[in-house]
């Protein structure tokens, strides 16, 4: 247990049947403290991503809030119920995060014992915009910066948070390339191209651009949160940034771009499989798959 127990934790008496079984409870005394102890473990002990770290130290923040502080089995169950009605990939985040904070950072791997993910139905999340729903969640952007993201996403199939941390550097403008540097334990970024009804959009907003800042894009949070809000009003259909990745990976499987490939574009593939094709010849090779099959947004 991190820092002096008497501050972070006290022993309390629980129920019969938890006594009996040895499961133990305790009080967080200090419950910012403690999350932002466990969110400095995530990203040194833990080398977690700088998002994965934050959505670990919210998970947790929300749950000791939840219990006043008090941690045990029945508190965590408690804490569950609501995200049984969420999607199941919801609810495994949520059972991800608390592992990490009650196992390994707080070391009582007892209280986790027997959580376990739920079941992902294969054809989860499968519904998607259609090509006119598509365009009507375009029409509504009110930014060249707006459009430029929008279209980016949807031909790149880039994450969002890749997209967000890109910087010019990462683009070849002449060749529409992308090379994310999102390389973390569990993801990594692959080689990937935008179209040409982005490249319209892209150039329209970087030459209208004010500043030195050399992120590719500079819209904060909140505005990327907005913009996904008003392109869903008017498609009349949910459309995220992930809708768009699924929708990318779907469009290119539809076209017949062999799987391996696919996965190069959306940063699946095995690092030694991604060198072959980070640069010559094999960089050209991708560069000729995505440019056949030429899929538009609004077209």
């Not at 791997?109 to 294969?122: A, C, Q, Y």
């Amino acid at each position: 247990m991190r820092g002096s127990p008497g501050e972070i934790r006290t022993p309390v008496c629980g129920s019969k049947a938890q006594r009996s079984s040895n499961q133990a409870s305790f009080v967080v005394k200090d419950v910012d403290w403690v999350v932002s102890d466990f969110w400095q473990h995530c990203k040194i002990e833990e080398r977690l991503s700088d998002k994965v770290s934050r959505d670990y130290k919210n998970v947790a923040k929300r749950f000791l809030l939840s219990c006043n502080g008090e941690v045990s089995r029945q508190s965590i169950r408690e804490f569950l119920k609501p995200y049984l009605l969420k999607a199941p990939k919801t609810y495994n985040n949520i059972i991800d995060a608390l592992k990490a904070f009650m196992k390994r950072y707080l070391q009582k791997t007892e209280l986790m014992n027997g959580f376990k993910h739920t079941h992902v139905p294969s054809n989860f999340e499968r519904h998607l915009p259609t090509k006119e729903q598509l365009k009507k969640g375009f029409e509504a952007l009110e930014s060249d910066e707006e459009r430029a993201v929008y279209l980016f996403i949807a031909t790149t199939g880039l994450r969002r948070s890749e997209v967000k941390n890109l910087t010019k550097d990462d683009v070849d403008f002449e060749t529409r390339c992308v090379k994310a540097k999102h390389d973390t334990r569990t993801k990594r970024a692959g080689v990937t191209f935008y179209n040409k009804e982005c490249e319209t959009y892209l150039r329209r907003y970087l030459e209208t651009r004010n500043g030195d800042n050399n992120k590719l894009f500079t819209m904060s949070y909140r505005q990327f949160y907005l913009m996904w809000k008003k392109v869903t009003k008017a498609a009349e259909f949910k459309i995220t940034s992930q809708v768009l990745r699924k929708w990318h990976s779907t469009m290119l499987g539809e076209l017949m771009v062999p799987d391996r490939f696919v996965d190069i574009f959306q940063g699946r593939a095995p690092k030694n499989v991604l060198a072959k094709h980070y640069t010559g010849k094999g960089l050209a090779m991708l560069k000729r798959i995505y440019d056949k099959v030429a899929f538009g947004v609004l077209c």
